[in-house]
């Protein structure tokens, strides 16, 4: 079976803050992929991020950062120094194999960055 | 355009209609998703089409829903004798090929009333 989950449903910072969204997984296979996406008020998905499991680097693109961790199966994505354009509704995703086309979605964190 | 096209972007019909959802994907590019993504929730997904075939409908809930992509660029989703539980934001991407990333349309808000 396949499980995304996204323990937190909302979380609300005062820009400026770093603050870290929460992304576990489960799947039995050893080839998968993990993904973010971002959802503003205006519903388009934007694409954040894709990993494979077989590499377990850390990467940072400017504010954002991601620490995968197979020993826990958490994908976590970290924001520093947040702004208020950050908030939005934040997707984790997994999807199995190689062809990585149909991704399990998990049910998403609302994050609101308080001016 | 530049980015996927969804018409329309909302859509309200009454109970046991037949409604089609329109998407058009990103010039060139080869793969196609439909998912569907109720309120509070993530995407469910639908069906993937590489081409013009569908290499995976295994999404689709039940045979009332039906999606085609005769040309191998836009696609029609097709729900028949629509029900209040179909009511959802039905997106829409595309990819230059199978698993790569994947760009998202604004989605088309259908009500069943």
């Known amino acids: 079976a396949q499980k995304v989950t996204q323990a937190q449903t909302e979380i609300s910072v005062v820009e400026k803050e770093d603050v870290t969204l929460d992304c576990v997984y489960e799947?039995?296979?050893?080839?998968?992929?993990l993904f973010w996406y971002k959802q503003p008020p205006s519903g388009e998905l934007v694409f954040l991020i894709r990993?494979?499991?077989?590499d377990e680097q850390n990467e940072i693109s400017g504010r954002y950062s991601w620490n995968f961790q197979k020993s826990t199966s958490s994908f976590n994505f970290t924001i520093t120094a947040s702004q208020v354009v950050d908030s939005a509704v934040y997707f984790c995703?997994?999807?199995?194999?190689?062809?990585?086309?149909?991704?399990?979605w998990g049910a998403g964190t609302k994050l609101i960055i308080k001016p | 355009g530049a980015g996927v096209s969804q018409t329309p972007s909302n859509k309200v019909t009454e109970k046991g209609k037949y409604v089609e959802l329109r998407c058009d994907p990103i010039?060139?590019?080869?793969?196609l998703y439909w998912y569907r993504q109720s309120l509070g929730q993530g995407p469910e997904f639908l069906i993937y089409?590489?081409?013009?075939?569908?290499?995976?409908d295994s999404g689709l809930p039940n045979d009332r829903f039906f999606a085609v992509r005769p040309e191998g660029s836009v696609s029609t989703l097709k729900i028949q004798r629509t029900e209040r539980g179909d009511s959802a934001v039905y997106l829409c991407?595309?990819?230059?090929?199978?698993?790569?990333?994947?760009?998202f349309g604004q989605g088309t808000r259908l009500t069943v009333v």
């Open positions: 991407a595309s990819s230059r090929r199978g698993g790569s990333e994947a760009f």
């Open positions: 010039s060139g590019h080869t793969a």
């Open positions: 089409f590489q081409g013009t075939g569908a290499a995976d």
């Open positions: 799947t039995r296979d050893t080839t998968y992929y």
């Open positions: 990993r494979n499991s077989f």
């Open positions: 995703a997994l999807s199995e194999g190689d062809s990585n086309y149909q991704l399990i």
